[in-house]
């Protein structure tokens, strides 16, 4: 491939990654926003849950990388109560071996890209913007024991 056209492929891609993170960050509802409405502008969340409230939990994560993306939180009525962003470095900093374990590194990271058993552990990886990774392995206490970052 030549040098310029090379160049132009490069610039269209960051032109498309940065359209991309426009699109993601107008996705955010507005507030009073309806589990309806969310459902009618964004399509299905990639996981839904309830927290220790019972209230119900979305997450919405970039489906082709696996990373980045929003938590939100709904009241009983069914109205916008927190939309948060998951995988920021200070959540990943919280992690902490002998003390996290699945349940908080759901609210810390949302649902991981893949999971995998190696032995009597677990092994949660994210994806991470740039193209590296987080691996965070969880032993058969149920705590984390590991979290390796891979360029």
């Not at 990271?109 to 058993?117: N, V």
């Amino acid at each position: 491939m030549r040098p310029a056209v090379r160049c132009l492929t490069v610039v269209a891609g960051v032109v498309l990654l940065l359209a991309e993170a426009v699109a993601i960050a107008d996705a955010r509802p507005p507030a009073g926003s309806t589990m309806t409405d969310l459902r009618a502008r964004t399509g299905r969340p990639n996981a839904i849950r309830f927290d220790d409230a019972g209230d119900q939990v979305w997450e919405y994560n970039d489906r082709r990388t696996g990373w980045g993306g929003y938590v939100i939180t709904f009241n009983g009525d069914g109205t916008v109560r927190e939309v948060r962003q998951v995988r920021t470095p200070e959540q990943i900093a919280a992690v902490q071996p002998g003390a996290t374990g699945p349940r908080e590194l759901l609210e810390l990271l949302g649902e991981p890209h893949k999971m995998r058993f190696l032995g009597d552990d677990r092994a949660w990886e994210y994806c991470q913007p740039g193209g590296g990774s987080l691996r965070v392995r969880i032993g058969p206490d149920g705590k984390v024991t590991e979290v390796t970052a891979k360029p």
